[in-house]
């Protein structure tokens, strides 16, 4: 199959023998894939500057297998401006999707909610509410969709002013049933995510808690380098 020149974004590139490169890539009518840019890693290659992460690009690519080949790359927009934190936030998105999206599955509103997030995350104001946003729409793309607009048991709309336990099985819920896996979280919080608008400590912080654990969930037992590397990165950080 040959694929003519389409929107991507490169979420991590290795080493590929002796002067080539794989790239692992989020495209938006193909899904995840991973492509062999041959000489990539030469020093006068054209491919060299352009295959980093978080760039917009247009790419081109043959595929006969589970591995394709890079045959054209060309920017579609410039770099993004973001501090330190934001590029480890967005390694931290691109460690999800490699972990938790199947190859060759399309994902278009994924995709744009992907263009968003690094956009938001060039303004550190709005970064956090950006990403418990974007973990949304992933685990919706991905099939397991939170509920976030009535209580599981009632059927009841969630009320702000109310408290309430997130079945990690089910969902929201006044009363979780006995040895049921629970998160204590506010209704405030489950409808400003709900609507996309996490707004103040409180929100971001119950929010947070949520998505990591139900994030959690699929993404199993092995850690997520990205996380360790911001620990460290603050870490270092806060000694200086």
């Not at 694929?3 to 193909?30: A, F, G, K, N």
């Not at 917009?56 to 591995?67: I, Q, V, Y």
Request: hydrophobic fraction near 40%; glycine fraction near 6%.
């Amino acid at each position: 199959m040959r694929v003519e020149m389409h929107p991507c974004y490169v979420l991590h590139q290795r080493p590929y023998r002796e002067t080539s490169l794989l790239i692992e890539v989020l495209s938006r009518d193909h899904g995840r894939l991973t492509l062999i840019a041959k000489g990539a890693r030469r020093q006068r290659s054209p491919q060299r500057p352009l295959l980093q992460p978080l760039r917009r690009l247009n790419l081109a690519w043959t595929l006969r297998s589970e591995l394709g080949t890079l045959t054209q790359a060309e920017a579609a927009d410039a770099v993004p401006a973001m501090s330190a934190d934001g590029i480890l936030s967005a390694f931290y998105l691109n460690e999800l999707l490699m972990r938790l999206l199947h190859r060759h599955e399309p994902h278009p509103d994924l995709f744009s909610a992907y263009a968003s997030i690094l956009a938001a995350l060039s303004e550190p104001a709005g970064a956090e509410a950006a990403l418990r946003v974007f973990e949304k729409r992933l685990l919706l793309g991905l099939g397991y969709g939170l509920v976030l607009d009535h209580d599981v048991e009632s059927g009841a709309a969630l009320v702000s002013e109310s408290h309430y336990f997130y079945d990690l099985e089910r969902g929201p819920t006044k009363t979780p049933r006995p040895g049921a896996q629970t998160i204590p979280i506010s209704g405030v919080t489950l409808n400003a995510l709900n609507r996309e608008c996490l707004e103040g400590e409180l929100q971001l912080s119950e929010a947070k808690k949520l998505m990591r654990t139900v994030l959690g969930l699929h993404l199993g037992a092995k850690p997520l380098s990205s996380r360790e590397l911001y620990r460290k990165f603050i870490s270092e950080r806060q000694r200086a």
